[in-house]
């Protein structure tokens, strides 16, 4: 067998390391990737923040402070530049040496700043002191791509929204660390040695970079991506509502880039007017980078995310621009203009790189995918370096009009641009607005698409947009009601009720049904008693109302049913009636409707027998009635015991749940039994999962079990479907992946790897290469020039589609760890004939995923030759070979792992070549649920082994397949015809 273990042991942890794990909502196989680097953001960072520091003091102390201007527009030009250098690199050098030599060349230059600054007094002195302020945007622009593309690459895209939080409060903590050091080293070593200081931590990120590069080289590509620019999706252009929503987001960014560094130059306007010497300076910049450090490390930790939960996306990113204007406010009335500065600064840092840092990448969600990666790369490329050079002009423009053209004071200027920060937050915060809405209108259009994903978008402002278009009436249609009871299902009632009178019947119909699937409440009860009682109103929207009213009612009228259960009445009516009135009736009463209920079961017409067994699922019990249910189980009409099924789940009648499991056995009522057991639920899984494991049933049947405990979707459904996930084999397998990855909202994916981690995705991807390399392996020893057999020729081709499947099989497993959209693309671009298709797919899979077999799983997509195929499979299946006779017993012993076909296909090779297999293979067979197979087992036995097959043919003539019961009588009487038999 095969010699690859199903899982394999995950590293136990102590006790307080599995809490702490918890408490920061991490796995034991992401903490050390996390830990690494959150070292290499934080040492970078310290060394970013003590330069800035010792900078800026510095260059107020050398330059005025309205040459910070020059600094922002030069700073664009450098972001610029270095943004395009960054890319440039990527396009000619593998990922690793982009990064490595990124990090060390953003060190090297601090050492001639170093020697610069011992030149005081000198031209070398002002130009390192100007490169020095322009440098820290440099360090900080590459730093953080390095850090996000380091990140991606390391943590798939369900770990990274656990571990990246992680990874950049790592600026965060640098803040606080290098805020409360600076005045100490500065002390230490004098502030003009602070850049060497910088220099060492820069380096020792580097070195924190190498290790990670080296410890999880399979995380970093080998080749050079290059994206196809003439692709079709580049070259689709944006229209309508996505770009108008694209210039909001433009605007938006550039908004907020132009107060950040308006407020960052009165900032240090305030300081170099109060201060005299850069020491000082230095020091009060890192005593408030600390403070505001720890204050944004606990808004991070505690405060952003249950925020942004709690009053909803745009709502929490409204507070920057007025926690802006407020203290803005405070600043132009107050003579403190130094603290007032201090303040707008410290609350326009404290939500920007907290709340708006975490809510931005939400805002790009609503744009649909094809298109989404390309607005994001642009708005944040081009946004952030032209608000830079956009924010020094404007600054600049300023200074020259309040200074020279009005004479203004310091004084008067500074309240100037207090009441330009004010006007700039408000614009700010109308925009925020606009952007607001074209949120909802994309968020809509999506929906009606049918292209919205509840996974990462803001579920309030999902559920304000449907709420809205909805009350406007604007397109009332299935797609809403059904999105409202995914994201608000405790507000569908509040939100349909009083609209149920302007709706058309079929959406009242289906209006009323979103909100039977929540419990019934009083308040609505006037709008649909209004319904109930309209002349107007549709049979099947007052059967709705009044199963709503009575459930709704804390004192339901039975009495008043009576009413309903005339033979004039709608059987839609009369049905739903009966159902209440059995529920809640006296004994009496109970006693009148199921005697109705009885006459509509037993009645010769089709329709009262159907809407009897509808109003039985609408009763609590089935109680007497239950006596009719076999006899229904058995009726003539197919849609009679399609609803009769419904009902049996719907009344949690546990005697009847086999037939449920018997249902799913014929066509007809495969669809009613497949919807009744995922209404069953939990009490289905035990009948579920002994019909999935039972090898007797046809493996069509058993597979949809595993189907329908996918749909089932409980956490128990989950659980059991990892749990058969590790120990199952081919097309079952298959068929466990996919029912886990649909389940919504991912919850099928991440109870996986909760229970059976990385590693154990990890081990069943090696499972299915051991698996293709015993496939190969059978087509190498059954060579055609040596076999040329035509059964033969469909075993070599079974053997090939196995191996496939195997692929197909990893990347659904991958599809557990990484980006689907990326697993498809390489997916689709591979199962091409095009070479430059199949070079494309395999440079994708190159730059997404980071398994440990990565080099392996390359070369086996590559279509290379079998034998090159079998050789890169040498770390995982070592290749021995065999006879034909050998390897095809050897393939039968793995019949677990084979399809139906493969291994029918073994056997007719058997037969044809006259090859003797295992008698315990073969006798197993026997009771394949393939009929199939158990077919090419007798043509096999007859050639084989006639005395054998004699003996077995009187249980074989009454098999269940009713074909093999006729090729078993077939050769009965071959053998009496021809006088007996012989063995071979």
């Keep these: 067998m095969i010699a690859v273990s199903p899982t394999q042991p995950r590293k136990q942890l102590n006790p307080l ?108 002195y002002a130009t390192t002191v100007f490169a020095m302020r322009l440098w820290v945007e440099a360090i900080y622009t590459l730093s953080n791509v390095n850090n996000d593309i380091a990140a991606n690459q390391l943590f798939n895209i369900r770990e990274v929204k656990r571990a990246f939080p992680l990874v950049s409060t790592g600026i965060i903590v640098a803040e606080i660390i290098s ?166 600064k410290f609350f326009d840092e404290l939500f920007r790189f907290t709340i708006v840092a975490t809510t931005a990448p939400v805002l790009f969600q609503p744009v649909p995918e094809q298109f989404r990666s390309r607005v994001q790369s642009q708005v944040r490329g081009i946004a952030d370096p032209l608000s830079t050079g956009g924010a020094g002009l404007f600054i600049w423009g300023m200074t020259q009009l309040f200074d020279r053209f009005m004479g203004y004071g310091e004084s008067t200027i500074a309240r100037s641009f207090a009441i330009v920060i004010i006007t700039l937050a408000l614009a700010w915060l109308v925009v925020i607005l606009l952007l607001r809405q074209g949120y909802t209108e994309l ?119 009576r009413n309903y259960l005339q033979p004039a009445q709608n059987p839609l009516v009369r049905s739903a009636a009966v159902a209440m009135m059995m529920r809640f009736g006296t004994p009496e009463q109970v006693a009148e409707a199921t005697n109705t209920l009885r006459q509509m079961l037993t009645s010769p017409y089709q329709s009262d027998r159907v809407l009897g067994c509808r109003a039985l699922a609408d009763a609590a019990y089935l109680q007497s009635l239950r006596f009719y249910v076999p006899q229904l189980l058995q009726d003539r009409s197919i849609e009679v015991r399609c609803t009769l099924l419904g009902a049996i789940a719907a009344t949690k009648a546990e005697e009847f749940y086999p037939s449920l499991i018997r249902g799913l056995h014929y066509k007809a009522t495969r669809q009613a039994a497949y919807e009744a057991l995922i209404e069953l639920g939990d009490d289905a899984l035990d009948y579920l999962d002994q019909l999935g494991i039972d090898s007797h049933y046809p493996t069509h049947i058993r597979l949809r079990a595993w189907e329908i405990m996918g749909k089932i979707g409980t956490t128990a459904a989950i659980s059991l479907l990892g749990d058969r996930l590790v120990e199952s084999w081919g097309a079952r397998r298959r068929t466990i992946l996919k029912a886990l990855i649909k389940i919504p909202a991912e919850a099928g994916i991440e109870a996986t790897i909760d229970k059976i981690g990385r590693s154990g995705v990890e081990k069943m991807v090696h499972q299915e290469l ?83 077999c990565k080099q392996c799983i390359l070369s086996i997509v590559d279509n290379r030759p079998l034998a090159e195929r079998l050789r890169a499979l040498a770390e995982i299946y070592t290749y021995q070979p065999m006879s034909g006779i050998k390897r ?49 087992v007798m043509a096999y036995l007859q050639v084989a082994s006639p005395r054998a097959l004699h003996k077995l043919l009187p249980r074989l003539e009454n098999d269940r397949d009713k074909l093999v019961g006729a090729q078993a009588r077939a050769i009965a009487t071959y053998f009496r015809e021809n006088g007996g038999f012989y063995d071979v």
Aim: charged content about 15%; hydrophobic content about 50%; some cysteine.
């Design 17 to 124: 390391a599995r809490r702490i794990l918890r408490w920061v909502n991490l796995r034991p196989e992401e903490a050390e990737r996390t830990l690494l680097m959150f070292l290499f953001y934080a040492s970078i960072s310290i060394g970013a923040i003590w330069l800035e520091a010792t900078s800026a003091a510095l260059f107020l102390g050398e330059y005025s402070v309205q040459a910070l201007t020059l600094v922002y527009m030069a700073t664009a030009g450098i972001v610029t530049t270095l943004g395009v250098f960054y890319s440039w690199l990527q396009r000619h050098l593998p990922l690793r040496i982009v990064m490595l030599t990124v990090s060390v060349l953003l060190a090297l230059p601090l050492l001639g700043f170093w020697y610069g600054l011992g030149l005081k007094g000198t031209a070398v």
């Design 179 to 344: 805020g409360f050091s600076l005045p100490f080293i500065i002390r230490a070593i004098g502030i003009s040695n602070v850049a060497l200081a910088s220099f060492v931590m820069l380096m020792l990120g580097a070195v924190i970079l190498f290790y990670v590069s080296q410890r999880y080289r399979q995380a970093f590509p080998n080749s050079v991506y290059t994206p196809d620019a003439e692709s079709e999706l580049s070259a689709m252009r944006l229209k309508g509502n996505i770009r108008n929503y694209k210039a909001l987001l433009f605007i938006f960014f550039i908004a907020a880039q132009i107060l950040f560094f308006l407020i960052d130059y009165q900032f240090y306007s305030q300081l170099n007017a109060t201060y005299s010497t850069e020491i000082a300076i230095a020091q009060f910049v890192g005593i408030f980078g600390g403070i505001l450090g720890i204050f944004k490390l606990c808004l991070q930790l505690f405060g952003s995310s249950r925020i942004i939960e709690r009053i909803g996306l745009f709502i929490a990113v409204m507070m920057p621009p007025i926690a802006i204007a407020a203290t803005g406010a405070f600043t132009g009335f107050t003579s403190m203009l130094l603290w007032g500065f201090v303040a707008v």
């Design 443 to 561: 968020l809509i259009q999506n929906v009606e698409r049918g292209q919205l994903s509840l996974v990462n978008v803001d579920a309030k402002e999902v559920r304000r947009a449907v709420s809205e278009s909805l009350t406007r009436a604007e397109s009332a249609s299935d797609q809403y009601v059904e999105l409202l009871t995914q994201v608000a299902p405790e507000m569908v009632g509040e939100i349909l009720s009083p609209l149920l009178p302007q709706m058309t019947p079929e959406m009242q119909k289906r209006s009323l049904e979103a909100m039977l699937l929540q419990p019934a409440e009083e308040k609505y009860l006037p709008t649909v008693r209004e319904l109930l009682y309209a002349p107007t109103t549709t049979p099947d929207v007052k059967a709705l109302s009044l199963r709503y009213s009575m459930l709704a009612d804390p004192v339901p009228d039975v009495s008043g049913l």
């Design 770 to 852: 051991y698996i293709m390399g015993e496939m190969l392996a059978g087509i190498q020893d059954l060579p055609k020039d040596q076999i040329a057999t035509t059964e033969a020729e469909l075993l070599r081709n079974a053997l090939a589609d196995e191996a496939q499947d195997c692929i197909k099989r990893m990347f659904m497993l991958m599809r557990l760890l990484y980006a689907p959209s990326a697993i498809q693309a390489a997916e689709f671009n591979l199962s091409s004939k095009a070479k430059v298709n199949v070079a494309r797919g395999i440079e994708i899979l190159d730059n997404t995923f980071d398994l440990s």
């Design 888 to 936: 095809l017993r050897y393939l039968v012993g793995l019949r677990y792992c084979l399809s139906d076909w493969t291994l029918a296909c073994c056997f007719h090779v058997a037969r044809t070549q006259w090859w003797s297999l295992h008698s315990a293979d073969v006798l197993a067979c026997l009771e394949h649920s393939a009929g199939f197979v158990r077919e090419a």
